[in-house]
């Protein structure tokens, strides 16, 4: 073994790797649970490691905010990102122009633009700066490059896509733990890279059914009913998920109205001086009515974040029709106006932080006095609802 000679000094450009990584740290959101919440780190190692959590997180933002196969986004190249003016010129749109493969003709697969949220946006723009020494290296274009693990480094390395099995390892085995995932009924819950795509298309399909035209031609299916019976091949069939999700929501949410012992809103008040079963369990008797109501009446509830629609179309202070509430004027101060309304305890945490929101931003210096006339309104409305929560009021006002 061959010692240094006296006097031999370090190499500097270790040194100064050195002196970087000394003086990096890497952070999460506060308040996230997460042991690199503002952690030094101190190895290359260490940096390959967050390195490759922000690729895992970049997926998944992807695969949830535009529901594309994993074939469309590994397929995603520099650049992708397109902005398309509004016709009036107002604003623009941004969209995430790659190929799809599953349904192409041809092994190139076929042009197609999805619409890119903000968040998108952002990844995509992380990607290209995570990635572009690999493709620098390798000659590609693809963003979602990976180093493959043989222990080679330099020209040697081999650059390439990774394999499905590879994401959904690394999705369950690295990503899971580092956020901190939690169970689903006291059992892990195993991640794949289809559920951003099933996640998506049951959001849209939930929240309004004539949204399916759009979602067909954000998907690029051919027809509409690909999007509405069953997709392409192994894709799940949307129709019959979202109707059942849908009955087995519904069917839980009036037993939940029903027996509630605090019940708020319009609606609400009005349930809870009639409901022959307040305050009890979920037993046969409450079950039986629930079935009959569904089964023989035209009853229909919707459910959002902040309480129940009871819907009637006469009533509806959103404006809703015939197929059920208006999604565009549905709000928490329209629903707080509806004879329709109802919200139970479940939903407290909501008007909770909505008040606490409000409350944050009128102690802003800076606030205008119309924003603080909108956050004294809204600060008003969750004081309401929280009160008669608290206090199980009966009153009928408007019922």
């Given at each position: ?7 031999h ?5 270790r ?6 990584d ?7 959101l506060?308040?996230?649970?997460s042991?690199w ?5 101190t190895?290359?190692?260490?940096v390959?490691?967050?390195a ?8 998944v ?7 594309a ?7 995603l ?9 509004a016709?009036?010129?107002?604003e ?21 633009r999805?619409?890119?949220p ?5 990844a ?8 572009a020494?690999?493709r620098?290296q390798s000659?590609r274009?693809e ?7 043989t222990?080679?480094?330099g020209?040697?390395?081999?650059i ?7 994401i959904i390892?690394?999705l369950n ?9 939690p ?6 819950w195993?991640l ?6 099933k996640?998506f298309?049951r959001?849209?399909?939930k ?5 399916l ?5 954000h998907?690029?299916?051919v027809t509409?009913a ?5 997709y392409?091949g192994?894709?799940?069939?949307l129709?019959d998920?979202?109707?059942?999700h849908?009955?087995?929501e519904t069917?839980?949410?009036?037993e ?11 609606g ?5 001086a009639?409901?022959q079963f ?8 409450v079950?039986?009515?629930?079935r009959f109501?569904?089964e ?6 919707g ?5 129940y629609c ?5 009533t ?8 059920g509430?208006n999604?565009?004027?549905?709000t928490?101060?329209?629903c707080?106006?509806?004879?329709n309304?109802?919200?139970t305890?479940?939903?407290r ?5 909505r ?10 210096p ?7 006339r ?5 600060i008003?409305?969750c004081?309401?609802?929280?009160g ?6 009966d009153?009928?006002d408007?019922?």
């Amino acid at each position: 073994m061959t010692m240094p000679c006296q006097g031999h000094q370090p190499d500097e450009g270790r040194v100064r790797r050195d002196r970087r990584d000394q003086e990096f740290t890497f952070s999460t959101l506060s308040g996230e649970e997460s042991p690199w919440h503002e952690a030094p780190v101190t190895s290359t190692k260490q940096v390959r490691y967050l390195a490759d959590r922000i690729y895992d997180a970049c997926f998944v933002v992807i695969a949830y905010l535009v529901g594309a196969r994993v074939s469309e986004i590994l397929g995603l190249q520099v650049g992708c990102i397109e902005q398309h003016p509004a016709s009036d010129g107002s604003e623009s749109f941004a969209y995430l122009a790659g190929q799809i493969y599953k349904t192409a003709r041809g092994v190139d697969g076929e042009a197609h633009r999805w619409v890119a949220p903000a968040p998108v946006e952002r990844a995509i723009l992380v990607m290209e700066r995570l990635t572009a020494r690999l493709r620098a290296q390798s000659g590609r274009s693809e963003l979602f490059l990976v180093m493959a693990s043989t222990g080679l480094v330099g020209p040697a390395a081999r650059i390439n896509l990774p394999v499905v099995s590879t994401i959904i390892s690394r999705l369950n085995n690295q990503f899971a733990p580092f956020i901190g995932l939690p169970d689903h009924e006291g059992e892990p819950w195993h991640l794949n890279t289809h559920q951003g795509r099933k996640t998506f298309a049951r959001f849209v399909g939930k929240r309004d059914r004539t949204g399916l035209h759009a979602l067909q031609a954000h998907f690029g299916h051919v027809t509409r009913a690909m999007t509405d019976r069953g997709y392409v091949g192994t894709d799940f069939a949307l129709d019959d998920l979202i109707d059942r999700h849908t009955r087995e929501e519904t069917r839980a949410a009036l037993e939940e109205v029903l027996t509630a012992t605090t019940l708020a809103g319009k609606g609400g008040r009005m349930i809870a001086a009639r409901s022959q079963f307040r305050g009890r369990t979920r037993d046969g008797d409450v079950q039986a009515y629930v079935r009959f109501l569904m089964e023989e009446t035209d009853l229909r509830l919707g459910v959002c974040d902040w309480g129940y629609c009871v819907y009637r179309v006469e009533t509806a202070a959103c404006f809703g029709d015939e197929k059920g509430p208006n999604p565009v004027l549905r709000t928490e101060s329209t629903c707080l106006t509806c004879a329709n309304f109802a919200v139970t305890a479940r939903h407290r945490p909501v008007w909770q932080a909505r008040r606490d929101r409000n409350a944050d931003l009128l102690a802003h210096p800076g606030l205008d006095p119309v924003s603080r006339r909108v956050a004294e309104t809204r600060i008003v409305e969750c004081d309401r609802i929280l009160g008669e929560l608290d206090h199980g009021k009966d009153g009928r006002d408007g019922a």
